[in-house]
């Protein structure tokens, strides 16, 4: 099993930054996969960036330039997503998410979220 504890969710102007962390604990020698959704009201969730375990990475179209999704350098099972010029279509809460690899735990859940945290960005 994997725990997710995340921060950094608030509010701001737009233009603004806020830096978001997700402490990943538990069996996190299996994750995969580790990665940022947001879920704005009304509409479905979408992946905003991610990160596998050799290294591949995606940012949504929409945010690229301005999100970076990155692994802390001290504990790699943390990861951040940094937000920069932040817009008002940026208002979503933003879920942390792992996969895990099902050669390491066969049999088991492989899909983790986070609690979701609050961005909300004012004009």
């Known amino acids: 099993q994997v725990q997710l504890v995340e921060s950094g969710g608030g509010l701001v102007q737009a233009g603004g930054s806020l830096r978001l962390s997700c402490a990943a604990s538990?069996?996190?020698?299996?994750?995969?996969?580790m990665g940022w959704y947001r879920q704005a009201p009304e509409k479905e969730r979408e992946l905003v960036a991610q990160i596998t375990s050799n290294g591949n990475t995606y940012v949504l179209d929409s945010v690229k330039g301005r999100f970076t999704g990155s692994r802390d350098n001290a504990n790699p099972n943390t990861l951040h997503l940094q937000m920069n010029s932040l817009e008002p279509e940026d208002t979503a809460v933003y879920y942390c998410n792992v996969l895990l690899n099902p050669r390491c735990v066969p049999g088991k859940r492989l899909d983790y979220w986070g609690q979701g945290t609050q961005v909300t960005v004012s004009s």
């Open positions: 538990g069996d996190t020698i299996c994750i995969s996969v």
